[in-house]
Structures are given as C-alpha cells and as structure tokens.
C-alpha cells in the first residue's frame, strides 16, 4: 500500500525517460547571451494563483520584466503546482521536447523530486545567475538542499518559509507549545480548530510538523521510506493522535477546509480560532489587506517548526528558456527580494545574505516594516528539516486511507 | 435540376459537418477513456489490458462515500426541480405569481453555476448571511453554530443550489412545450367536466407534455450527477463527489493515477446512464398508475392550498438565487464584514480599483470566445434548420446526436479528447477551446432556435418565393427579419453556456486561457471574498448583457413595425 504511489509515479518517469522521445539535454547559454535573446520572449510562469497578493506581487514582476527586458511575463494561475508538472510530462509524452507550454514553475519538495528524478528539468542554469552569488547558502542551507534532495542548480531559491500559527488574541490567551497542548487545548473547544486536508501542501506541512514531534526517532525521516513496516512503527503515534483529535475538530473532523486561505477565511469569518501559516509575514500582511481581524497574531512550537525553501525551475522543454533565466535572475535581486518581504505587499522572507549585499541594497530591506503580528527573528525558533519527499506521498495516502471515507 | 442539386449541395453537407465536429470528439474522447481504465495508453507505459485500474477504484476508500454523495445531490436536485418546475406549473397557471416568476427566468437561467454556487456559499455558511440577520438577537449564537449547512456529506446544500440553476431551465422548457399541446383547449375542456385547475392541469396536460420535457430532464440528470465547478464550492470535501475525485485522479502528478481516474470516468459514465435509465422506468411507473389515476375520474378540488404552497416553494427557490448574487455583489465593495454583522462596515470601491485590470482582460477573453463560439453555433444550426426545411424532411434522428453533450459527463470523455488535441497539436490553441465549448453550447443553441424556426408560417416563404425571391433571399429577407428575436435570444443562450464552462476550458485550454468563471471558482476555494465577488459578478454580467442586447436589438430595430415586435 504504502510506497505505490511514489513507485508508481518513478516508474511512470523511468519508463519515460527511457522512451525514444527522451531528448539530448539542451545547452544552458552563458547569462549575458540569456539576455540579448530573452528580449521580446514571453514567459508563461506556471504558478500557484489562489493569494490576491501573491498575485498582485507577480503582476509588479511582469511590469518591471516588460519595461527592463521586454519580456512579456504571463501568471498561468494554477490551483494545484502538480496541474503544471502534469503537464509537462504529457508533453513529453506527446513528443513535445522545445516548445512547452510552460517556461517557469514554482515549485519545491515532492514536484522537485518527481521532476528532477525524470530529468524534466532545464539546466543547472542557476549557477549562471548573477544574483546568485548573494543567496545565503551556509545559513539557510535549504536553498540549495530541497526536502532532503539536492537542488544541483535546477531550480533557484525564490523565497523562505517558516511553519507558524495564526490565532484570534480575543479568543485565546494562553498559545499552545506543542502538539500535546494544541490536542488539549482542541479538545477543550470543541469544533474552533482544523487543518487543510492533505495533500494541500499546508495540511501536509501540518502532518510532518507533528510526525517530527511524535515520532521516536526522527533522524529516519531524513532518509527514504525504507518499507511498509518501517513506515507504520514510526507513524503509528501521529495516527493515534489524529484519531484522537479529529472528534473535536470543526465539522467534527467530517470535513476539512480545501487550502490554507479557505482556513484563514473560516478564521476571518469567527468559524475557528486558529489557522495555520508558512510566512511569518503573513498574518500582517493579511491585517493590512483587512482578511484577518486586527486581533490576528501569530505564534511557534518553542521547540522548532518546519522550514524550508520555495524555488523556481525552468522545465526541459520550455520555449523561452532564456528570458525565464532572466526572470529567475530578478525574482533573487535584492530589489524583489525586499518589496515581497514587505508585509503590506505579501512578507514572504527573503533568501538573500543580508551581510553580502551594498548597503544600498540592504538599506531597502531595513525599510521593510515588521508588522504588528509578526514575531522577531529571534522569536520564531529553530527550524526543523522537512523530511525526505517520500515520507509525506507516504503520509497523504496513509490519511487519505484513513480519514477520506 | 443537376445545377440545382449542386446549387444546394453545400448547406447539405451542414448538418453532416456539424455532426461530425460533434462525434469526432466525443467518440475519440470515449475511447481515448476506456482504453486507459483497462490500462492501455502506451505513452505512459500502459499496454494492458488489464483489470488493475478497476480493481485500484474499487478498493479506494472514498469511493463509497463518493458514490453515495453524487447520487444524493445528482437525484435530489433533479426531483427538486422537476417537482417544483411541474408542480408550479399546475397550481399557479394564469396567476400574477405565474407571470412575475417567469419574468425572473432568464437572468437565473444566464448566470453561470459557479455564480449562484460562491453566493450561495456564503448565504448559507454557519458563519453565512442567514444567520447573521438572526445572530446573535434571536439565534443567541456569539458564535457561528459548527453545523455543516454548506459542503455536507451528502451534498444537500450542492443539491439545492443546482435545484436554483435547474429549475429556470426546466420552467422554461415547459413554458416553450405547453405551447405545442394546445394546453389552453384542454384545460378548458377538463375544466367544463369538472375538474378542479391543478387535477385539469395534470390530468390532461402534464401527459402531452411530458415527452418534449424529457431530454431536458435528462439533461439535468445527467448535469446533476456529473458537475464538477459546483461540487468544488458546495460539495462534500471528504470524501468529495464522485466527479470531483476523477478530476483529482486526472490532475495528480502520479501518472498512474491517470489509469484510476480513466476507470473512474468511466464509473462516472455508468453512473449517469443507470441514472437515466432508473428515471425513464420510473417514468413507465407512474404512467401505469397515473393511467389508473386519471380513469379514475376524480375531479380534484380548487387547489388554492397547492397554488400557494408551490409558489411558496418556486419563489423561495428563485430569491435564494436573486440573494446570492446580490451577495457577492455587495461582498466586491465591502470593507471589513465579519460576524455577526448583517452589513459590512463600510463600502469601498477599492477591490474594483486592484481587480479592474486583471478582471477586465480575463473578461475580454471570457467575452471574445463567448461571441466566437456563439457565433459559430448560430451559423451551424441556421444551416442545419435550413437545410431541413428546403429538403422537406422532418427533424433527421441523427440530429438527436447533438444532445449527445449534454447527456455525455464531461469527465467521461474530456481526458480522452485532451489527448487527441495534443496528437493533433490543437492542444492550448483557441481553435480547441473554441470547439470544446461548441460542443456544449450547440445544443443549446438548437434547442432555444428550433421550435421558433419550424413554426414559422411557411405561407410567408411561398408567398416570397411566388413574388420571385429566390431561397437565399428568402432566408436574408423574410426569415431572419421575422425570426431576430428568437436568433439572437439562441445566441444569447449559446454565449451564456460559453461563459459558464469550466471543465471545458481548463481541459482544452491548457491553463494558457483563463475565464471568469476558471477563475472565479480557482479564487473561490481560499481567496477573499471580495475578489470572488468582483469575479462572480462579472460573471453574471456578460450573460446578463447578452440576454438584454438580445431583447433590445429587435425591439429598437422593429421599433415602427408593431407586429414584429
């Protein structure tokens, strides 16, 4: 039962990378000869499309690539960033090796892995970006390893992402510190919490966040699933968990929000008291936008949240590579990194070395205002590593197994 | 007469063309669905056959649930708006409630299903309007009650607002039939025996009626048990709709997913056509014992309790889906709304100001392609009406075909015919979009043009073709002038079925065109109700635009030819 989906999706990729359709791999162009040919090219960003600013954010993009390159930059709005990875493969599939319909995918973790597993990747391009070069690698070591799996230069950090709570101030007082106080405090008000259903990435998120804390020995999570058995010893105290968590849940656990704004709407709305989050930033920013309540605050396990990076990478067949390099090689300059870290735009924290940029540059990000429901760095505790890729395919059909009937 | 034969040939070739444009597609699409769910599609490495497909959805664990869902939600709507669509009918023939309903006919039956879904959503959430207007005053709930009254188990909820968009149709359905049964002489006849209104109406009319109300309520069924858009806002999440969860399958990065989700389509498919077949032989029941009924000769009573209650029933069903769009109306210009206010604490213009652009370029490809595929429609079916006229023949069987669409599940076929278009390389052009969406607007076209088109006096047609017009000219000169109102109401029709496709559009559009009603419901899983509402009302809007311009043109242009008008 348990690895047949990731075996199968491998399997689905072996079998097409060993077709006949499979192509030589296209040459990267040096980054300036990027640039004289990105002129004119249209980039189809393949991206998630459900937060109005994000959205809004992209849009600043497309205006700065048009006036600066003439790149024209198309937001392909997706609900699910696997719709894109699909497509890809389909198009490959069809024979379809340089003229694909998607030239830039926002992506990370288990898409990632499929995809650089399957060779469905352009490049390493990312070595070649200048703004490269002020990524914080050493301290943020998971813009270069991604879920446990090397990046190698296919996909380039765009932004940092901290697993943390939202709450309503005027409803709780007393934030839970670990999954053990969260069940209790759950349990003591009835139907004010839930969690997106895997696999949405934030349900998924909130499924690794507890196996780390529950599990006996969490270094295995670091590795592949090895087998069924292995896998059910070390995820038998999260299922005991949920199982005793799910009555008190919203909808007593019968039903689940779709995604993390419907959850923060539920929030909104006075249906929960919590919902859950990966910007630090983001309760802020959602205060601005007038989607939270201003009692809206944001809190951490003291003992560590999942963190990790989000990327973006150029499929093996995009019809503008080059101007996608390009675009790529703006999304890391200290000019976007900054004005998207601001809360009042979308506080998404950047992947730059503060210490490696000119002090005009980094004069920008001390612009940047904190916001009122943001924590100080110092105060959002460590990071925990997101486990290998195939813990959480693993972890999604285990709780659909048990939890979708 | 060779040089006639030849003269005519190309309009002859119409009706095989479109039917044509419209099997092609369908068959391909089928095939391109079974061969995968017994595991045949070599490029993804399936070279079957094989059963393991079936075998993986039948032990899926939300199956059942999903199953049980569909049929809930697909046959409680259908009654829902069968029962009220006839029972209506029959109680309030003739009355003021009678005339004002059918006035709100057609701005519900043009606002597409995601419209009336998102609004109706927030009207009925815990957190939702209703209970705002109570809370916490009477309800005495500080809090949104946690009761699911939207995206319940068993699609209820799905099930009502599908019974808002359905019965419009159906209403108006009936409404174009009752004219053909010479419905006013039977009453009247019945009436003289003794019959009370509502036993008259049932008794002698509902039986003639009911065989050209049958496709529509096939259709419905079909919709019903099969919609994907809706089910996404309304329906269950866990598990979800048998539809929603194929097109899971379809879009999961797993490529073996792809063989479930083909078996599922297909499972989706037997679903719907045991559910027709259950309705047509339930159908043969109730004539047998509605046969026994009518002998019977019981004359019935005045039917003022009927009247009442289901003008009750049909304008309680009409407001909720007025309410809901007037809804997300004022949601696009709320500032803060939360609970338990009624109203929200300011109005702002703002959410228009940051949506315009964005919105106005999603509605100008939403407005191109409605128009494209709207005009196309109309210019396939005037050939094929035409065509059926000058050759003297009743309605060929194989036109029955073009309903093949409506009555087909979308899931059943659209992955197959996804396939095609990438092997023909149609895949993502506008070309395919176009034709996607031809296959579902072109049988309503031809169902709203051609009871007007054949009813035409053919006494004008010969009088014109005595005084030496040849049948071109017929057809510019005296058919189209006579018949602007229907065609450009055919053409509304056409366009606001554009407009409302979703599955359609994300299928053949390869995600490169993005309509108000793709975004509407991608924005409607999470994102600020306020953007939902300033898509949701665009969304309404064009169609809206559509039936009015439809209404306009003919009155402005007959505006001194008063028996035209």
Not at chain 1, 171 to 182: K, V
Not at chain 2, 239 to 251: D, E, G, K, Y
Not at chain 2, 514 to 542: D, I, K, M, N
Not at chain 2, 543 to 548: E, R, S, V
């Amino acid at each position: 039962m348990f690895p047949l989906r990731s075996i199968a999706l491998l399997l689905g990729c072996g079998l097409l990378a060993a077709s006949p359709l499979a192509a030589e791999p296209r040459a990267v162009p040096r980054f300036d000869e990027a640039m004289t040919a990105a002129q004119g090219q249209t980039v189809y960003f393949n991206a998630w499309g459900g937060d109005e600013r994000i959205n809004a954010y992209l849009d600043w993009v497309g205006a700065q690539m048009d006036a600066r390159h003439g790149i024209t930059l198309v937001h392909v709005k997706l609900s699910d960033t696997a719709d894109a990875v699909a497509r890809v493969l389909a198009e490959r599939a069809a024979g379809n090796l340089e003229a694909g319909s998607v030239d830039l995918i926002w992506i990370n973790g288990e898409n990632f892995a499929a995809m650089k597993e399957a060779d469905l990747l352009f490049g390493p391009f990312v070595p070649e970006l200048p703004n490269f070069a002020l990524v914080d690698t050493e301290r943020k070591p998971t813009t270069v390893i991604d879920f446990t799996v090397p990046t190698d230069g296919l996909e380039a950090p765009w932004g940092m992402a901290k697993f943390n709570f939202i709450y309503d101030s005027d409803r709780i007082s007393a934030t839970p510190a670990n999954a053990g106080e969260l069940a209790d405090w759950a349990a003591s008000q009835p139907g004010r919490f839930t969690y997106p259903a895997p696999p949405d990435f934030m349900g998924s998120t909130f499924l690794k966040q507890l196996l780390i804390e529950l599990t006996e020995d969490a270094d295995l999570l670091q590795r592949p699933v090895e087998s069924d058995d292995l896998f059910a010893q070390a995820t038998a105290p999260l299922w005991s968990y949920l199982d005793g968590l799910h009555p008190h849940l919203w909808r007593s656990g019968q039903a689940f929000p779709t995604n993390g704004p419907a959850q923060r709407r539920l929030l909104d709305d006075g249906e929960v008291d919590m919902a859950l989050s990966f910007h630090p930033g983001e309760a802020s920013s959602l205060i601005v936008a007038g989607q939270l309540p201003d009692s809206a605050r944001t809190f951490v396990f003291p003992e560590g949240t999942i963190g990790n990076t989000h990327f973006v990478a150029i499929p093996f067949n995009a019809r503008s590579p080059e101007a996608a390099m390009v675009v790529t090689n703006f999304l890391m300059s200290p000019e976007a990194q900054a004005e998207k870290q601001n809360p009042e735009i979308w506080g998404d924290d950047t992947v730059l070395a503060l210490d490696r940029l000119s002090d005009e540059a980094r004069a920008l990000f001390e612009a940047v205002p904190r916001g009122v429901a943001t924590l100080a760095p110092e105060a959002l505790g460590p990071v925990l590593l997101e486990p290998h890729p195939t813990w959480m395919t693993a972890l999604e059909d285990d709780w659909r197994r048990r939890y979708l009937r | 007469m060779q040089l006639r034969r030849l003269a005519a040939s190309p309009l002859a070739l119409v009706p095989t063309l479109t039917l044509a444009l419209f099997l092609l597609p369908i068959a391909a699409g089928l095939i391109g669905t079974w061969l995968p769910a017994f595991g045949i599609l070599p490029s993804l490495g399936g070279t079957g056959p094989t059963l393991e497909p079936w075998a993986r959805l039948l032990a899926d664990p939300a199956l059942p649930g999903a199953v049980t869902a569909t049929l809930v939600s697909g046959f409680g709507s259908t009654l829902l708006a069968f029962a009220l669509t006839v029972g209506f009918a029959a109680a309030a023939q003739k009355t003021w409630a009678y005339r004002q309903a059918t006035r709100l006919l057609a701005p519900l039956l043009a606002v597409p299903h995601a419209a009336i879904a998102i609004g109706i959503a927030f009207l009925l959430a815990p957190s939702g309007f209703l209970l705002r207007l109570f809370s916490p005053w009477a309800t005495g709930f500080e809090l949104p009650p946690d009761v699911a009254t939207t995206q319940d188990r068993y699609g209820i909820a799905l099930a009502l607002a599908l019974a808002v968009k359905e019965t419009p149709f159906l209403l108006l359905m009936l409404l174009g039939a009752l004219g053909q049964v010479q419905s006013p002489q039977r009453l009247a006849t019945a009436r003289a025996l003794g019959y009370g209104p509502v036993t008259a109406w049932l008794k002698t009319v509902l039986p003639a009626v009911y065989p050209q109300l049958r496709l529509p309520v096939y259709a419905v069924l079909a919709f019903s048990l099969s919609v994907i858009d809706m089910a996404l806002i309304l329906g269950p999440t866990a598990p979800p709709t048998l539809a929603v969860l194929v097109f899971r399958w379809f879009n999961d990065p797993d490529l073996a997913l792809r063989f479930v989700g083909a078996a599922g389509a297909t499972l989706q498919l037997l679903v719907v056509v045991t559910g027709i077949a259950l309705w047509r032989l339930a159908e043969i029941c109730v004539a047998r014992l509605g046969r026994r009924w009518i002998a019977g000769g019981a004359r019935g009573g005045t039917g003022g309790v009927a009247r009442g209650g289901w003008s009750a029933g049909i304008f309680i069903l009409l407001g909720l889906g007025l309410a809901s769009l007037l809804l997300m109306a004022l949601w696009s210009f709320a500032g803060r709304w939360r609970w338990p206010e009624a109203w929200p604490d300011s109005l702002t213009a703002a959410t228009w100001a940051r949506q315009l652009e964005p919105a106005a370029e999603t509605g100008w490809t939403t407005l191109l392609l409605g128009l494209a595929v709207a005009g196309l429609a109309l210019a396939l079916v005037l050939g094929c009406l035409e065509q059926e006229q000058r050759s003297g023949r009743r309605p060929t069987r194989a036109l029955w075909l073009l309903y093949l669409p409506l009555l087909v599940p979308q899931v059943a076929f659209l992955f197959g015919a996804q396939v095609l278009a990438i092997l023909t390389g149609l895949d993502g052009s506008f070309a395919a979009l176009v034709w996607s969406h031809l296959l579902f607007v072109l049988p309503y076209v031809f169902l709203a043009l051609a009871e007007p088109w054949r009813r035409l006096d053919s006494r004008y047609l010969r009088s014109a073709r005595c005084l030496g017009a040849t049948p071109l000219t017929v057809f510019w000169r005296v058919k189209l002038p006579m018949l602007l109102r229907p065609v450009l109401f055919a053409a509304a029709v056409g366009f606001a079925v554009s407009v409302a496709q979703y599955l359609p559009t994300l299928f053949a559009g390869a995600g490169r065109y993005s309509t108000l009603t793709t975004e509407a419901v991608a924005l409607s899983a999470g994102a600020a109700r306020r953007v939902v509402g300033v898509y949701a009302f665009l969304q309404a809007l064009l169609p809206l635009a559509a039936f009015a311009a439809a209404v306009g043109i003919p009155a402005w242009c007959y505006r001194n030819r008063r028996a035209l008008q």
